[in-house]
Antibody, heavy 121, light 109 residues
């Protein structure tokens, strides 16, 4: 069964760091691009970062560029999001999501249940 | 990155048809994708590449495209369809990222 499970969320003070993990199972993790998407309280979905299937390149939303780093360990079937210099605006539920199979982009077909990050003093 | 514009809300009675639009310049040449998001739940992919429906998605969900607008149609709306709906698309180059639209709340009256 295809499954994604995020972990690592919590309450953190402004300016501090946090690392999120996303454990994948039930599919060939190393074959798919992976996304981090967040939803702040009362707001819409916002893409945060995406990483290519082989980890060779990551892309970032302007709001997190220079502070967040996406990475993956294909030997451990795990996706990561290192978040530094956090601010209140980063408070959100963070989801990892898998790209659907296909020769080109076919959407995000599997999502984790999300992990909550709260940035507060 | 660029923006995809959706109406904030759509209200529909059970059994009727709801249509949600998503507009963005890149949609004239790029595909659109649709997700359903219920509170406390993970998003679900409803439509990919404008019109394709993943396995397991009910037939009452359909997608279409015209010009720089894609449309999600929910036929025979059910109470369980009350949720937020988001479109997604790459920018005009087709490369990453694939941004999300502003979101539409479907209210089932």
């Amino acid at each position: 069964q295809v499954h994604l499970a995020e972990s690592g969320g919590g309450v953190v003070q402004p300016g501090r760091s946090l690392r999120l993990s996303c454990a994948a199972s039930g599919f060939k993790f190393r074959s798919y691009g992976m996304y981090w998407v967040r939803q702040a309280p009362g707001k819409g979905l916002d893409w945060v970062a995406v990483i290519l299937y082989d980890g060779s390149k990551g892309y970032y939303a302007e709001s997190v560029k220079g502070r967040f780093t996406v990475s993956r360990d294909n030997s451990k079937n795990t996706l990561y999001l290192q978040m530094n210099n956090l601010s209140a605006e980063d408070t959100a539920v963070y989801y990892c999501a898998k790209e659907a199979p296909g020769d080109d982009y076919s959407g995000l077909d599997v999502w984790g249940q999300g992990t909550t990050v709260t940035v507060s003093s | 990155s660029y923006e995809l514009t959706q109406p904030p809300s759509v209200s529909v009675s059970p059994g009727q048809t709801a249509r949600i639009t998503c507009s963005g310049d890149a949609l004239a040449t790029r595909h659109g994708y649709w997700y359903q998001k219920r509170p406390g739940q993970a998003p679900i992919l409803l439509i990919y590449k404008d019109t394709e429906r993943p396995s397991g998605i009910p037939e009452r969900f359909s997608g279409s495209s015209s010009g720089a607008t894609v449309t999600l149609t929910i036929s025979g709306v059910q109470a369980e369809d009350e949720a937020d709906y988001y479109c997604q698309s790459p920018d005009i180059s087709g490369a990453y990222p694939h941004v999300f639209g502003t979101g539409t709340k479907v209210n089932v009256l």
